[in-house]
């Protein structure tokens, strides 16, 4: 497989890593229809853990089925496809080398009486990794929650163990709790700050919401209006996240949220694309959609993020 | 042993664990009067940890001592017996090799003040399962109570070393705690939530209880009424919770709950059997009965998973 | 990465396997020119420990450099690259992702004055392979050796190891001292035997020379002209020593030996195709030439190999 | 490397520390352009964690790219860098040897609801350090806050295996929470315990806050004025706090705090380096300056030290 | 420390290398009057394990002391000075951070009745290492003898451990015992041979021998007579060592064996300068002569490597 220039100018920034944690980002760069192109789009399937089967799959019944996704990942020429343990575990041999998979490794639950962003349960192992043939595995932090600093600290040792076997590290860094108001959730302020703690808890790729225009925090308003940082359009604020991952060296992909209508979504992925960002996650919006449909949609995002949209 | 075909489906659903996990899966799917249909009834008693053993076996005095259970399981033609570490201990030998069995490692206790669905305690090993030749562990979660979390981590790791030592994994959930109401414990739309939940902490086997057709959620409620998921009987609500299992890829049990009648015990069974479950765990409606009494009951079960009744 | 039907039912034969080794069998089997044939060409390049730089590189001494065997791997369009530790940590950056690599972790030496076939100091560990993102592990075993025991023992640590963390093992069998004679290494019954016990030892991958028509042992021969064994061509003997690794169950490659002339080469592979082999491990031959008449000469292997000539 | 009589002396009251811990010390003292003085300005960036990306790098975007940190480290002629894993990482591989840095280990965070003081995650480890090649480890201590004890046993465990390991441990002592009072934070009293503290736990290198001359503890001020210890000029509290950390056998340096005027900066310098200070941290007052702005005021900051202005 | 083009460009060939590693051998190729060159001379005094004292220190009976060592490599401006535990614990403290120390790991020892190239006693620990703040380690390899496979396992082990510390391995290699005569010990193919076994090894800095012309092996004399390689000279022999370390990849430093005239010593640096060798390791030559005579013909090495002489 030869690597592309660009691909190797992106793993040339994971300067401090071993070949092996290289090879697997490698993988995933390489896979599908965006290979090489430095662009990617993840498939997602963990909400079962936050919202129960039926709000994630009844829309879709197929969608029960953990090969479902596998299968939809590569028919859509996808560059990987993220699930906690069990899903994978159902699908690992059929798909055994077919599509770079990530292990969802901590979950939200909301028949949880705890507050929004309080801790999760870590699922799965690094091991589980190995022995399913993950290219990475994924964690998710609440910036601002009470569990903050206790997830940092998991994700520490997780990701340094991860390391130490070749696998990379994806981080989904949603803020939410403490100082974080509702609206704040998806302020550029807020999220630009969520995604340079992901950057600097050492992630190899880096997950958060596009971000709206809302500036929630009072101190760095007056910075971002002083600075004149541009933030008004969509790729300015993708642009301005990429830069808060050290200024591109990271690897950052942005969700859309909710399932919505598909011009929003490709007026989305032109905007990342737009703003420099490396793609898209984009759980429901495909998986709720009948198969025809979501192949048909991930379909133009491919053709988007190749720049033909 | 001619594995059957239709075991041997069942069994290429679990598709990363390896030929010992399988084999001890096929142990329990080939046992007894239901080995081999894919159908199975389990007989549990670990109700003395919770109840204390007047509760438990004072109806019918014959239960204090293990190897009644052992022997009623044997003699009833039952795939398997569930029980905590002592009571194995106490008829390992004399029945070794006679009844595949379950080391239940953790079961709630009354006499503690911690409010329900509280943490509980392990006690037992995965070592304990393999000097015993147990064909599995079990394991109960509360998902919804504030324990919730820590279980989630405990069966990680005990799953995890199982798995390696060839044994699988049953999983109990129980839904309760947290936000889920006492009423939404057995509501159609939280036992699915449950149940899914087991199967993405990569259970081989499910064990919940038969939900009624209540909705609990109001965000699952309007996806419930909007797809118009069946619900309305019994059948389609066992249907659902297959479903809810990697779509029947994953072995679902259903218990019953108290003692109660006859009638309403076989009616439970026809439901499971035509909504496409696997089978029935049923402890206290077994041997809380007379010994005589018991095997009539569990004869009409077995007729009815074989499709006689 | 769509996988062909001819390498899933290759890997189909994996059975005892994590989903994390039939990955890996499944990135050597799909890449390169071959990738999803079921063929494959590895070029091993660890001759260097056994023979010595010059005698190793100095017909071609780009070959002192191990970038350029990488870089040949990749250009050729071959399967994987096997190389010790020394010269995979000197490109493992570099050519990240860019071809599967097997990292060899012992090797004969001509130095010593041990008999042939004495035991080989193992030179680096399976976390290496992790770090280094190699594919498998490869190892020499002697059967017929002093060291056949010795060696069989560290096989048995390093592959166990090796499979929980879903890396595949290539052994490399060379039957020698004994009561193997210096005719009998190349024996048919031998060759069989040798691939035979790799296959044995649980090798996921084996090597072995390409078999003359010589029958080394009495008792084996009686046997093969009683039952008129079909050994005749070198199209019969691949045949037969596939057959020899569980009617075809395990991958095998195999060797020419020393450098010789093209046709010799393009015959042995036409003949290994022909016999059901799944492919060559061509060292010598392909880096003790120019780059330009290796790549000439790897083409029409790869052309053979598709059955264009 | 001729070790300079003034470094040695120093280096000397490192009694019970192993030659690694000191060898590393010495790599500090020794680098740049106030090598071997006794003297030295450490460049830390680890603000992001505490107020985001925009608030730390928009006055001054090329800060976004942690190799910006590492050059103007080299070029500036400075001691040390400092800053988390994420941007040690991202440049650790094009600056390895280039200069000494040092792995800040926690930091506070502003999104976090927790009054001020409350714990930090441990963001990295020790290990770490080791890989990357670390001269030393850095750590927040908040004394007078809640999590203060937390802290103090934290930073036992991890500076007692640094030490092992022949890395030194840097104390960031920043008094806030319990009875300080937000005007104490900068009292001389309070100061020189913070930073007496940092020394009694075992640091070898403290970095506090120039005190002023402030007295908040009533039974300290009563000893203040006793005793007439001299706080009335900025040299005479850096004298003080010098000997409040062992009569001057530990290193200490100072930080200015928010980005302020140049003059100011200067004064400050002169007056660490009269009252017998170690140097200076001088984050924000370089980073948030372009860069020109900042060499020139770090080379009047060096030649301050140097004793030239 | 500005880290030259030349430095960077070698410190690029360590591809696997973590920035730890790298940084050591930054810290060994920028240090003394050949810092930034990429050439080196490496003081090694462990002579007093094979020789004992008397042998190794009478000359000059000042070398009976560790400091002399370590004062002597720094006052002639070195790279590096090596030794076993002892002699290093005895002035690690004293001369901390002043010059980088090599730790030698095992020692040959003229009391053993074992023949020549018996195994040796590993006397230190990578954590010995470590807590003295060396910047490598070292060890000696018996290519050829019994011992050989036996010290292979060693070093895999204990320079795995150091490079996942940070710290880089310098391999003796000394061809000796086995199938090799006591000419061939020099001969330039089996030299050749035994310093492409340490870089396949995975050694960072290889040290061996200055080759004669003589030629050993039978079979690779035939290939170095055929292929014309050049090796009448000692530039041209130490070239083709050069080559035979992966073309140049790994650092090789070359030794004079026993005491000599002065004159040899310099035309052989300037064969190893002209040769393209990295540098000299030069013991007896040096701590045998008075320390002012040493002085002056180190001062000229160095020259000799400058390129002034």
């Known amino acids: 497989m030869k690597i592309t220039r660009r691909v190797k100018e992106i793993l040339a920034n994971y300067e401090s890593d071993n070949p092996g944690t290289k090879g697997n980002l490698a993988r995933i760069l390489m896979e599908g229809r965006l290979g090489g192109t430095g662009k990617m789009i993840i498939l997602p399937v963990d909400q079962g853990f936050e919202h129960g089967p039926a709000r994630s799959f009844a829309p879709n019944p197929a969608g029960y089925d953990p090969h479902y996704h596998y299968q939809m990942a590569i028919d859509a020429g996808l560059n990987a ?36 962003g309080a801790d999760q349960a870590v699922t799965s192992s690094v091991q589980d990794a190995l022995r399913l043939g993950c290219a990475a595995i994924g964690f998710t932090i609440y910036p601002g929650s009470d569990a903050m600093y206790d997830q940092y600290e998991e994700i520490r040792e997780l990701s340094a163990e991860a390391k130490s076997y070749g696998i990379p ?47 929630e925090n009072a101190e760095a308003k007056k910075v971002y209006l002083e600075r004149q940082i541009a933030t008004g359009t969509l790729p300015e604020r993708v642009r301005h996240v990429m830069q808060s991952c050290f200024n591109g060296r990271r690897i950052v992909v942005f969700s859309g949220g909710a399932h919505k209508g598909e011009d929003a979504i490709f007026d ?28 048909v949609l991930l379909d133009r995002l491919v053709k988007i993020y190749l720049g033909k949209e």
Chains 1, 2, 3, 4, 5 share one sequence.
């Open 169 to 215: 590290t994806v981080l989904w860094s949603y803020p939410r709790g403490g100082n974080v108001t509702k609206e704040g959730e998806l302020a550029v302020d807020i999220i630009a700050y969520a995604a340079h703690m992901a950057a600097l808890l050492g992630a190899h790729i880096i997950k958060v919401k596009l971000p709206n225009d809302y500036l």
């Open 81 to 116: 496809y993220a699930a906690p343990l069990g899903p994978l575990e159902a699908g690992a041999d059929t798909f055994a080398g077919a599509i770079p998979t990530i292990l969802k490794m901590n979950s939200a639950n909301s028949l949880s009486r705890q507050k929004e």
């Open 268 to 295: 989305d992925a032109r905007a990342i694309r737009d703003g420099g960002g490396n793609g898209s996650i984009i759980g429901r919006n495909s998986f709720q959609r009948s198969r025809e449909d979501a192949l």
